[in-house]
């Protein structure tokens, strides 16, 4: 199993950003997907996620209706468009594949990519 993001860069507040996770080594079709963030000196922070076959998509309140998740089965390709970025929002992001996935989008993972930075400044 293979989760390796892109997409990650330095943007200024209110900016935006596309990250991708490209999966590789497991039937990506079969497994609900994550975004999961670190930010220095915190815990990892749920983001957002995505059911099997992407009609089901959840966030945390904190991003909901900027941020958008979606997935390419065809591609195996899971995606999150980041829109009106603020600082607080700088973090490490990672893709997960979801062990299990609880009411609210919320869950365990089993397998983690190796994340990509996202700096929001000025």
Same mark, same amino acid.
């Given at each position: ?15 935006? #950003? ?17 975004? *999961? ?47 009106? #970025? ?33 700096? *929001?400044?000025?």
């Amino acid at each position: 199993v293979q989760l390796v993001e892109s997409g990650g860069g330095m943007v200024q507040p209110g900016g935006s #950003l596309r990250l991708s996770c490209a999966a590789s080594g497991f039937t990506f079709s079969s497994y609900d997907m994550s975004w *999961v963030r670190q930010a220095p000196g915190k815990g990892p922070e749920w983001v957002s996620a995505i059911s099997t076959g992407g009609g089901s998509t959840y966030y945390a309140a904190s991003v909901k209706v900027r941020f958008t998740i979606s997935r390419d089965n065809a591609k195996n390709t899971l995606y999150l468009q980041m829109n009106s #970025l603020k600082p607080e929002e700088t973090a490490l992001y990672y893709c997960a594949r979801n062990l299990i996935m609880r009411v609210g989008g919320e869950g365990e993972y089993d397998y983690w990519g190796q994340g990509t930075q996202v700096t *929001v400044s000025s």
